[in-house]
DNA sequence: CCTTGCCCTGACGCCGACGTCAAGGCGTAC
DNA sequence: GTACGCCTTGACGTCGGCGTCAGGGCAAGG
């Protein structure tokens, strides 16, 4: 199949596919008039690539999968470096994923933190006797 | 003080205090040699701003926590739309947080479905006659 | 005098994964 | 003939937040 083809059918595009084959990453044959010729194991490949991508994984990490694939394979993580790439890929979550937690914590803290002063100068405004107008806190003169 | 002092007192660059200004993020008056002159208070929104980078916040995200503090307030969270960026960013980081959970335990299950696999398989090469060679996949018990 | 050290503006480079033109070739259909 | 649709290559644009020159100024110190 050509290009356009292709792409359609994995959801991509043909500028992606000539990106990929830039890169090394999705060869192709060519037929008479210089067209790329895919068959059906490019599709394999493609997504798988585009699976991956789906993930967040880079292109280069896909490398590894789509060689397996290539080398016979029957899947594309049934080589150790797709597995070595699972692995670094699930520290690397579990890493981003707790810096975002602690991100999380901290700002909901502040929110919570700006909330509680808001409300308290509201208070103050809505009540004037309530809190001596010398009050340090509100600052309000 | 000049743009070299508060770059290092704010533990970053001149350069990026520089595209801050172009930004109009942080303006900076100029002295007489058309050197940038910057104050104590320069140094106050420029931390926060810092802060809220640190956090992964973008720059036009920080502009209303400056943009309060420039207008009188105690803090940069003082004011009603310092909080909606708060609130929004909370919601950013619960959907990616979730999203990367989910990713997270996808992979890793691939990882296992993989490895299992791999295991599988190196079990039949040990022990050749364990198993029958046209036995179906999955159901070695 | 020259060097050192700070400052200035302007402009290109970088990262990743493509999008979007520009300009042209080839085959088929009308 | 010519319009259409698919293909080709090449090259620039995008996004954010700066890094890194290039080229020059101004003041103090030796």
Do not use: L, R
């Given at each position: 199949m050509r290009i356009g083809e292709l792409a359609e059918r994995a959801g991509t595009t043909t500028r992606t596919l000539r990106y990929y084959e830039k890169r090394g990453l999705l060869p192709a044959r060519r037929d008479a008039h210089g067209h790329r010729d895919y068959d059906e194991r490019d599709l394999k490949l493609l997504r798988q690539i585009r699976t991956l991508r789906d993930f967040g994984f880079d292109l280069e990490e896909t490398r590894p999968f789509v060689e397996c694939l290539r080398a016979?394979?029957?899947?594309?993580?049934?080589c150790p470096a797709s597995l070595a790439v699972y692995r670094r890929k699930l520290a690397e979550l579990d890493a981003l994923i707790g810096e975002l937690r602690a991100v999380r914590a901290t700002v909901g803290a502040q929110l919570a933190r700006a909330e509680r002063a808001r409300d308290r100068l509201a208070a103050e405004a809505a009540v004037p006797g309530g809190l001596a107008p010398g009050c340090e806190l509100g600052g309000n003169q």
């Open positions: 016979g394979h029957p899947e594309g993580d049934s």
